[in-house]
């Protein structure tokens, strides 16, 4: 069965300091990759997705994710924080699974940015 | 367009009682996936419907069951409750539930069994 690996739990930054979450997947099939954002008292939502092509992908709010095929990793950065990335991250994979596909999700990591 | 719509958004049940949870899609998404989220961990994936019919199911016991109707709206019904069903039950639609297709997510139903 596919599972996905989110080392860090919690993290704790200060303002203009730069981010990366580590995710690492286990799948050699076919993948799809989310990065989803729960903010303190809000619904999940997409911050960005891979399916194919240039593996350095955008998102919104400034956040970047690269995917790299053979370390099984899709990492989520920032170059510089704000007070209001303050939340949740999940990382997330779509793995085929006879004609459909399972999600699965990492444990999250929680950001706390100071001031 | 409105939102993933989820109720109630919070419940209280006692062990052995049985509780449905609701579920309204964004218009015109066809998929609606079911998920417990819990501190320890995270979000596990309970199934996936579409078209009325379930095509994936996660690690949960026969207790978690679900349905779809035709209007893509979904129940989740759990029996037997235990201490730790407790937790938050998430619903996410997607347009055609494809492998890429991004989900959307409900605010949730927080479930305390006492």
């Known amino acids: 069965a596919q599972s996905v690996s989110q080392h860090n739990h919690h993290v704790i930054l200060s303002e203009a300091a730069s981010l990366e979450l580590g995710c690492n997947y286990s799948y050699g099939g076919t993948v799809n990759l989310f990065w989803y954002v729960q903010y303190p008292g809000q619904h999940l939502q997409l911050l960005l997705k891979?399916?194919?092509?240039?593996?350095l992908v955008k998102g919104i709010k400034g956040f970047e994710a690269e995917f790299i095929k053979s370390k099984f990793s899709f990492n989520l950065r920032k170059p510089s924080v704000q007070w209001s990335d303050t939340a949740e991250y999940f990382c997330a994979v779509n793995a085929a699974s006879g004609g459909s596909y399972i999600p699965t999700f990492g444990r999250g990591t929680s950001l706390i940015v100071h001031p | 367009k409105a939102g993933v719509t989820q109720t109630p958004r919070y419940l209280i049940k006692t062990r052995g009682q049985q509780v449905t949870l609701s579920c309204s899609p964004i218009?015109?998404?066809?998929?609606v996936s079911w998920y417990q989220q819990t501190p320890g961990q995270g979000l596990q994936f309970l199934f996936e419907y579409f078209s009325e019919t379930q095509r994936n199911k996660g690690n949960f016991p026969g207790r978690f069951s679900g349905r779809q109707f035709s209007n893509s709206r979904s129940e989740m019904n759990v029996s037997t409750l235990e201490l730790g069903d407790s937790a938050l039950y998430l619903c996410?639609?997607?347009?055609?539930?494809?492998?890429?297709?991004?989900?959307?997510f409900g605010n949730g139903t927080r479930l305390t069994v006492t």
């Open positions: 996410a639609s997607s347009l055609a539930g494809r492998q890429n297709s991004p989900l959307h």
């Open positions: 891979y399916f194919s092509g240039d593996p």
């Open positions: 218009s015109g998404h066809r998929s």
